[in-house]
T-cell receptor, first 112, second 111 residues
Framework: EAQVTQNPRYLITVTGKKLTVTCSQN?????MSWYRQDPGLGLRQIYYSMNVEVTDKGDVPEGYKVSRKEKRNFPLILESPSPNQTSLYFCASSLNPRNIQYFGAGTRLSVL | GENVEQHPSTLSVQEGDSAVIKCTYS??????FPWYKQELGKRPQLIID?????GEKKDQRIAVTLNKTAKHFSLHITETQPEDSAVYFCAASTSADGLTFGKGTHLIIQP
């Protein structure tokens, strides 16, 4: 079954404690991206990756890091989480930005 | 970078009536315009998309129109049904950049 898998689905952490949200896709897609969703602000792109070892900043990259060492994985790293990073995060993948994007189920993060 | 404006933020229509959601974009290089539907507690899913070489596209009760000159595109839903209640997002993308989403429209179908 074609899918995008995010883990964990829910996470509560404290300010400053490094965390990683994993994202994996099994569709051999080249394009992957991370979004955060906040009430009234829609989906805002954090980072995207056109291919292995190629990553670019989206609209709200501050406080986040990503890596793309393998085609299937695109982890989101928060080196020192802060309360303003409390949000719902979605990973997505597609053949390229001009094709249907498949979203993961989302990760709800709370930073206390 | 690209900026996508979406209106209205909330739209309430009677069941059976039509709903129209409008978006504008800023980057004339944008050439791909998808619409996503997000039901409560679920992930966004593509419902229809249009590319810049096409002015209109239909899929059953859903249609999208694109006006490249005005940098404007719209989603039209006819004969609305309760299951159409959701948040709808428009988006725009160039060939090289990522996808920029609008802020979303909460569509409410009144029985």
């Amino acid at each position: 079954e074609a899918q995008v898998t995010q883990n964990p689905r829910y996470l509560i952490t404290v300010t400053g404690k490094k965390l990683t949200v994993t994202c994996s896709q099994n569709m051999n897609h080249e394009y992957m991206s991370w979004y955060r969703q906040d009430p009234g602000l829609g989906l805002r792109q954090i980072y995207y990756s056109m291919n292995v070892e190629v990553t670019d900043k989206g609209d709200v990259p501050e406080g986040y890091k990503v890596s793309r060492k393998e085609k299937r994985n695109f982890p989101l790293i928060l080196e020192s989480p802060s309360p303003n990073q409390t949000s719902l995060y979605f990973c997505a993948s597609s053949l390229n930005p001009r094709n249907i994007q498949y979203f993961g189920a989302g990760t709800r993060l709370s930073v206390l | 970078g690209e900026n996508v404006e979406q209106h209205p933020s909330t739209l309430s229509v009677q069941e059976g009536d039509s709903a129209v959601i409008k978006c504008t974009y800023s980057d004339s290089a944008s050439n791909y315009f998808p619409w996503y539907k997000q039901e409560l507690g679920k992930r966004p899913q593509l419902i229809i998309d249009i590319r810049s070489n096409v002015g209109e596209k239909k899929d059953q009760r859903i249609a999208v129109t694109l006006n490249k000159t005005a940098k404007h595109f719209s989603l039209h839903i006819t004969e609305t049904q309760p299951e159409d209640s959701a948040v709808y997002f428009c988006a725009a993308s160039t060939s090289a950049d990522g996808l920029t989403f609008g802020k979303g429209t909460h569509l409410i179908i009144q029985p």
